[in-house]
């Protein structure tokens, strides 16, 4: 006999297995993606030979950010084709793979190209996970409520991944020396690995307990007993716009987009680019622009000479003493840079435990995510455009919220797309939201902020972070209007997902 309904069936050992596989899922993704900001620069300046300040590296974490999210919203959108067609646990343990032996190969990668490639296949593989495990959590809990739950709570690990990555980088600086080789190369005049290379080994930690976890746990049984039974139906993209999906697929695609586009157009960009500009920072700004402008004379130079040239040397002796001279200066933005960042993890990590709060209470899924928009709409254009310019505690509690309103979002499509696409398209139309309209879309505001905004508002003077500030207001704002009003046209989902599995 099923227990009564108000008391949802007790978690088995299996069911604690899957949450406990889903949450490492979450946590890594994360893990995994901001890998890129700590490791980027340093990787590129060692494999191009060329000092950490020089332009060209500067050109080459845009266009690594750029290529490893194109990468992710077409292999993604493949990826969800691919869930659909051969299972949802299949693809999610090759996903797994996939990106924890990326960033392994990619610790011994002696050229810039190497580089890229298994960065961008990092980025594939959790652009394919996340769609792959939301939509096995959705189909292995048989009761609705449990489902609800436990897709808000396991999405809240993913806030958990960028403080485990930070702490690691820290770890790796203080006790890189003490690692060994292990056979990675060792950049020019260096007598031991970069601390870069020892953090992308750290990739293949989630390898390891999914390796050993994913055979005591099933494959979707709905999906499995139709797929067995012939009844399946093929996965299509061009299903996804047939007249009774077409609004919802477009709707939670330009939805995901808003999503990413506030936290890369504004969110991200104010670690690097707006917190040089905070007023704790003062002195530190004016000490450090006539260096920057020497080093960019320098780097000037440096650059329009042939790669043989002798002057070379000299010019980058001159460089590096530059740098040298920029350094414990750029240490204390660095460290207030970190405040900045932990300020947003803590928040989004917030707003992912909110979310899972209130999916236990019940409310319409359009009244859930205007808790979210319509702060937004207030909270973005005051911290940029106001407290940015007082900075202090004010600033970075704002900051914090901000990134509780804008990361609540993802993990709410986390628990409503799996709903609104039948069985047979889940995972095509899940990732046709977050990876064709999230990260395909969305992750270009970043340069939308940085490359157009920013520098319209300079205008013929010198970019600084405060234009940066008022660019990211103005893209953030601009998103969350837009996301409000489509918004409105999200329909709610039914009582029960397409096809949702029926209890024992």
Known sequence: MNPPASEPAKLTATKWLIILIASIGFLFDTYELLMTPLVAAPAI???????????????????????????????????????????????????????????????????????????????????????????????????????????????????????????????????????????????????????????????????????????????????????????????????????????????????????????????????????????????????????????????????????????????????RENFARQKPINDDVKKMADKVQFYQEMGGLTGRLMLAALLFIGLSRGVMLRLFQVPALVMLPLTYFVFFKGGGPTFFYAYAVCGLLTVAQFSYFGEYLPKVFPLHLRGTGGSFATNVGGRMIGTSMAFVTTSLVAPMLAGAGPLTPAHVAKAAGCVALTIAALSFLVGLLLPEPKEAAPDAPKPA
Not at 306 to 314: E, F, G, L, S, Y
Request: with cysteine; charged share 15%; net charge positive.
């Open 45 to 319: 300046a060692e494999l191009l030979k060329i000092p950490l300040n020089n332009p060209i590296v500067t050109d080459w974490v845009g266009r690594l950010l750029w290529i490893a999210a194109l990468c992710g919203g077409v292999f993604g959108l493949l990826g969800g084709w691919l869930v659909d067609r051969f299972g949802r646990k299949t693809v999610m343990a090759a996903s797994i793979f996939v990106y924890s032996f990326s960033p392994f190969c990619a610790a011994y990668a002696t050229s810039l190209p190497v580089f890229v490639f298994f960065r961008s296949t990092t980025f594939i593989g959790v652009c394919v996970e996340f769609v792959a495990a939301i939509t096995w959590l959705a189909e292995v809990f048989e009761d609705r409520k449990q489902r609800e739950r436990w897709l808000g709570i396991t999405q809240a690990f993913a806030s958990l991944g960028g403080v485990c990555v930070t702490a690691m980088s820290i770890w790796i600086t203080a006790h890189g020396k003490d690692l060994g080789h292990m056979g990675l190369p060792v950049g020019l005049g260096a007598t031991d690995p970069s601390s870069w290379r020892y953090l992308l080994m750290t990739g293949l930690l989630p390898a390891i307990p999914i390796a050993l976890l994913l055979p005591f746990v099933p494959e979707s049984k709905v999906w499995k007993e139709k797929r067995l039974a012939g009844t399946l139906q093929r996965p299509s993209l061009a299903a996804l716009f047939a007249p009774e999906l077409r609004r919802v697929t477009l709707v939670t695609a330009v939805l995901s987009a808003c999503a990413y586009g506030i936290a890369f157009g504004a969110l991200q960009v104010t670690v690097a680019r707006v917190t040089p500009g905070l007023p704790e920072l003062k002195e530190q700004a004016a000490a450090l622009a006539p260096l920057r402008k020497a080093a960019e004379a320098l780097n000037r130079e440096l650059n329009a000479l042939p790669p043989n040239d002798p002057a070379r040397k000299d010019i980058g002796a001159k460089v």
